[in-house]
DNA sequence: ACGTAATTTATAATGATTCTAAATTAGTGT
DNA sequence: ACACTAATTTAGAATCATTATAAATTACGT
């Protein structure tokens, strides 16, 4: 049993057509063992350099954005001058590196528990996150 | 002792020239009790409708960043969507209300201590900030 | 293989932000 | 008050990320 197969399964219980470009970029996206937080320009470059077939910008926006649509998705905001997606769609929060950039799984158990002692009349709470800005010691 | 004189003052000892713009747009950010989050399209609009002067788009820009590089600003991202300013430089934390797209303060009071139970190797944390979305009940 | 709808693609359009360079204004000295 | 200079404002152009368009290609049922 091929990944590509396999791969081509996953994307077709989406809705989504196995495409040539959607299987490889769902391969680099979730053929791997940790997380993978990710630009669209990330996402660009490393399909430059690994892949032979060249795939256009508007198919990664599209298929980006039809996994984020499915859920399989995340995106995060951290700054203005980025958006970055996460393959983590769990309950979680992160680390942000202000040196590299880049951002870090923080596991939903690595933090404490989150106490907000203020309510808005009428309103709900429908998510907790925490962005744990780190920076290079001294 | 009138208040524009005040601003001028501000604005004079944070190396900025006390201009009508900057004024203006001193004023209305800084003269109330409350905490201001706002788009630069909010204040464009704002202005537009409360000040007889006309303020350029550049000029909103201009100031917004001057204000930002001083410290007398922060800047907010919340979803790749639009990028938000805040009066309330503390440390302090945020309610995003998904159904109006607005921000409420959280005070570092109103949110019990965090425990972050990872640490990254060579990395000290700067900030810690909690984002904290609610939805109207029901 | 054929037909058709889904997808990809190059390219154009959009929208927010930044840049540019000319016009205006604020502060200084006379 | 007037003149000078540097800071600031401004309209408009440039940039950059993202989205839209519409023609070419591909996937897939028949
Ligand atoms: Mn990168
Ligand atoms: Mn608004
Ligand atoms: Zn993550
Ligand atoms: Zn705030």
């Not at 791969?7 to 299987?23: N, V």
């Not at 298929?63 to 995340?74: A, E, F, N, V």
């Not at 983590?88 to 989150?114: A, M």
């Amino acid at each position: 049993m091929s990944n590509i197969h396999i791969f081509a399964e996953k994307l077709r219980s989406l809705g989504l057509r196995p495409t040539q470009q959607r299987i490889i970029i769902y391969s680099l996206l979730f053929d791997r063992k940790d997380t993978f937080h990710f630009t669209i320009d990330d996402l660009q470059n490393i399909l430059k350099n690994t892949s032979t077939k060249k795939i256009s910008l508007a198919t990664i926006y599209n298929t980006i954005h039809s996994l984020k649509d499915k859920g399989y998705l995340k995106e995060i905001s951290i700054n203005s001058e980025k958006t970055y997606f996460d393959t983590n769609i769990s309950k979680h929060h992160h680390f942000f590196d202000e040196s590299k950039r880049e951002l870090i799984d923080l596991n939903d158990k690595d933090v404490g528990k989150i106490k907000i002692k203020k309510a808005v009349p009428g309103k709900k709470i429908t998510s907790i996150e925490v962005l744990v800005k780190i920076a290079n010691n001294n």
